[in-house]
């Protein structure tokens, strides 16, 4: 667990998700919460964004990882490209304005209630990343092949036209 937690950018991915998560719960968030406008473009543009992914990799060549050269770089380098991968990424901010109001009690502390969601989601992002590349160590022959890389270009791209499709008839 250490090993892969340290060789690949999980800790700047669950770092980066705290400051997404910071951000959310500032204005932009009250701007969406207030604005039925500003909340359906935004919804729009996700589920515009995600349809384009799932396009877009339903038509990509499967993905041959045995072809990808290593990428060796130092525990800070994959820290901030996984830090910037998060900060760059839409898809958090809208998980973050969506999903947590839901869970904040209006009559109890918001800043405790935030704090503990975004601890607990930012631990969640370490331990499920790590799973999976255990597992992905483990499923590394069958990846590897066309077959499995092409299975993965489809689950990604429906999974991504899913999400799109139902961003876009989701209600406020």
Not at 17 to 29: D, E, M, P
């Amino acid at each position: 667990f250490r090993r892969v937690l340290f060789r690949s950018g999980i800790l700047g991915i669950a770092v980066g998700a705290l400051v997404v998560a910071a951000i959310s719960a500032t204005s932009l968030g009250v701007l969406l919460a207030t604005s039925a406008l500003a909340f359906t473009v935004l919804k729009l543009v996700g589920a515009t964004y995600l349809l384009y992914l799932g396009v877009r990799l339903w038509r990509a060549p499967p993905f041959r990882f045995a072809d990808q050269p290593a990428h060796a770089a130092t525990f800070g380098r994959r820290f901030l490209e996984g830090l910037s991968l998060q900060l760059t990424n839409p898809k958090a901010i809208f998980f973050f304005l969506s999903v947590f109001p839901q869970f904040i009690d209006l009559e109890a502390n918001y800043s405790i209630q935030f704090a503990a969601l975004v601890l607990t989601y930012s631990g969640l992002v370490l331990v499920i990343h790590c799973t999976y590349a255990l597992f992905a160590r483990r499923a590394k022959h069958w990846l590897t092949s066309e077959r499995g890389g092409g299975a993965v270009n489809r689950a990604a791209s429906a999974t991504f036209v899913v999400f799109g499709a139902m961003l876009a008839m989701a209600h406020r």
